[in-house]
T-cell receptor, first 115, second 113 residues
Framework: EAGVAQSPRYKIIEKRQSVAFWCNPI?????LYWYQQILGQGPKLLIQ????????DSQLPKDRFSAERLKGVDSTLKIQPAKLEDSAVYLC?????????????FGEGSRLTVL | AQSVTQLGSHVSVSEGALVLLRCNYS??????LFWYVQYPNQGLQLLLK??????LVKGINGFEAEFKKSETSFHLTKPSAHMSDAAEYFC???????????FGDGTTLTVKP
């Protein structure tokens, strides 16, 4: 079974530029999450999708971050304009269903450096 | 609201020694609890999970954890550390079946030869 795919693995941009990350979850997983992991901290949830609908985006900085999951499968997270404090690893995760035991399957992450 | 506290951001043990990584949680409803491991430049992998069945949970690579409701703890242990156990470990809590996990800040485990 293929795991969660993410791209790009690494991205370096200058502040005020834009960046987009892509995620393809495990086939059949209804729930998709984007987490931000700053160096030395645990992952922090940015947004949770159930199929193509948003379940929770309360921690997403909506003035600069946006995410979509148009067909209920893959998802894109965009940052525009980027700030220095956005330097982090962006982790995508999926789970079978929101009502499952909550086990998350993670991709390898996209490491963003903002200069 | 739910939260996780991992005591000790760095733990160092000798190869063959006991590993003990501490996790305390708070949750307004019966929680599901998880331990994940993260190797350098990789995503998180599930080690074990507690979902209201047996309080002593066994996971992969010889790890186990015990859910203690009275202490609101879910500490991770392994009787004998191996060099390959060196990694970062995260405790996480999920509120019932809501699906959203809250993570601790992690504990980096170093294993000395």
């Amino acid at each position: 079974e293929a795991g969660v795919a993410q791209s790009p693995r690494y991205k370096i941009i200058e502040k005020r530029q834009s960046v987009a990350f892509w995620c393809n979850p495990i086939s059949g997983h209804a729930t998709l999450y984007w987490y931000q992991q700053i160096l030395g901290q645990g992952p922090k949830l940015l947004i949770q999708f159930q199929n193509n609908g948003v379940v929770d985006d309360s921690q997403l900085p909506k003035d600069r971050f946006s995410a979509e999951r148009l067909k209920g499968v893959d998802s894109t997270l965009k940052i525009q304009p980027a700030k220095l404090e956005d330097s982090a690893v962006y982790l995508c995760a999926s789970s079978i269903d929101r009502g499952s035991t909550g086990e998350l399957f993670f991709g390898e992450g996209s490491r963003l450096t903002v200069l | 609201a739910q939260s996780v506290t991992q005591l000790g951001s760095h733990v160092s043990v000798s190869e063959g020694a006991l590993v003990l990584l501490r996790c305390n949680y708070s949750s307004s409803v019966p929680p599901y609890l998880f331990w994940y491991v993260q190797y350098p430049n990789q995503g998180l992998q599930l080690l074990l999970k507690y979902t209201s069945a047996a309080t002593l949970v066994k996971g992969i690579n010889g790890f186990e954890a015990e859910f203690k409701k009275s202490e609101t703890s879910f500490h991770l242990t392994k009787p004998s550390a191996h060099m390959s156990d060196a990694a970062e470990y995260f405790c996480a809590v999920t509120r019932g079946n809501a699906g959203k996990s809250t993570f601790g800040d992690g504990t980096t485990l170093t294993v000395k030869p």
